[in-house]
């Protein structure tokens, strides 16, 4: 078992590594101040983490100025670099991901992952396809990162049985990636993994607390709380869509208010069987249809999504909450309705909580968080060892 001193300093080292991520460029006084370890603690890590091959310093010209300035941190762009896969119901997506948030490449591919067959096959694709871009780029990937909805045991990197999924149930897609590429594989909630990404390379950098509530397949939500992703006693946090009031869920967040709902009921006021989510069919038909029944409901349920949106923020009381999935693309048509209830329905009299749109394109937003979730790791576990 470590020692107290041995487990204080994995805790530094690895409040470092993330504060260097999300704000690079700080000298070792910046950050003995910001994070209020003393100077010798914060410069025995840094050296480790430079020696480690981890953190540079970034060279500045000093010519005119007096007296030595601070040097200034950053973590190595060749520190490492990940594949994050997002599994989803009806697509598997993939991104190559350096340590400063970068997406490298990137890929989707819709097919269904309803069997686990299928999931496994889509999987392993993706992974084999990410790893020849990365080689084309003259990278190795450290390790892989994988988001899928929960319920999910992330340490045993096993998925269980998620809402629609019956036949992912003991799904131990870690280990299947593991075995398959032999690089460390890890995993997290979609939504989860989601909040990450934006905590670290987007809309969250600056914020100590806020909720990313993800309208696409389902109702998923991720909460961030003094920095770090809340995850709840037993491994979930943030699965509003089993709230009910009154007997009923607020909503089934997994059926009702799903892209696959939305669709399903515009496809009856269009007559149509198909329809490409993401194109403009669905913006230019509400636009400027005169079919107001068709209006009318869709209107209700972005209403009904601030309203959800606005319980979380009630509940949990974050410096913002960050709306994302790809039921934004629709833009004013949603973020109207859904504004308008939030903030009607926001406690307190001067509704400081902020509004704001995800930082990453819908469509790979789970993949960067699974990325950013399997760099966060291999680096601390790298810089710890």
Avoid at 240 to 248: I, M, V
Avoid at 345 to 367: D, M, S
């Amino acid at each position: 078992m470590s020692s107290r001193p041995e487990d204080l300093r994995i805790r530094n080292t690895s409040k470092i590594v993330k504060t260097l991520i999300i704000n690079p460029n700080l000298s070792r006084v910046e950050l003995a101040r910001k994070l209020n370890l003393t100077k010798t603690t914060i410069s025995s890590i840094i050296n480790k983490l430079i020696s480690l091959g981890i953190v540079e310093e970034i060279e500045k010209d000093n010519s005119g100025s007096i007296g030595k300035s601070p040097v200034p941190l950053r973590i190595k762009s060749d520190a490492a670099s990940v594949i994050g896969i997002g599994l989803e119901r009806k697509d598997t997506s993939g991104v190559l991901l350096n340590p400063d948030g970068k997406v490298l490449e990137s890929i989707i591919i819709h097919e269904s992952n309803r069997k686990k067959e299928d999931a496994t096959k889509n999987l392993l694709k993706v992974i084999e396809i990410m790893l020849s871009k990365a080689h084309e780029h003259g990278i190795e990937p450290n390790a892989i990162g994988i988001g899928a909805p929960g319920p999910i045991d992330e340490k045993a990197g096993v998925i269980y049985s998620p809402s629609g999924l019956p036949d992912w149930e003991n799904f131990n897609v870690a280990q299947i990636a593991q075995d398959a590429f032999n690089r460390k594989t890890y995993l997290i909630n979609d939504a989860d993994g989601g909040a990450l990404a934006e905590r670290f390379f987007g809309n969250g950098k600056e914020l100590s607390s806020f909720v990313d509530i993800f309208f696409d397949e389902g109702i998923g939500c991720g909460i961030v709380l003094d920095g770090e992703i809340y995850r709840g006693a037993f491994g979930y946090s943030g699965e509003f869509d089993y709230l009910a009031f009154l007997g009923k869920s607020i909503g089934k967040g997994e059926d009702y208010f799903s892209l696959e709902k939305v669709l399903s009921e515009l496809h009856i006021f269009l007559g149509k069987n198909q329809l490409q989510f993401g194109s403009s069919d669905i913006k230019e038909y509400l636009e400027n249809s005169k079919n107001m029944e068709a209006k009318k409901k869709f209107e209700e349920i972005y209403t009904e999504l601030g309203r959800i949106a606005s319980i979380i923020s009630n509940l949990i009381g974050p410096e913002a909450v960050i709306v994302s999935g790809r039921m934004i693309e629709l833009g004013d048509l949603f973020m109207k309705p859904f504004k308008d209830v939030f903030f009607k329905l926001q406690f307190g009299r001067e509704k400081k909580v902020r509004l704001i749109k995800g930082a990453f394109p819908q469509n790979i937003t789970y993949a960067i968080g699974a990325a950013t979730n399997a760099l966060l790791n291999h680096v601390i576990e790298k810089s710890i060892a």
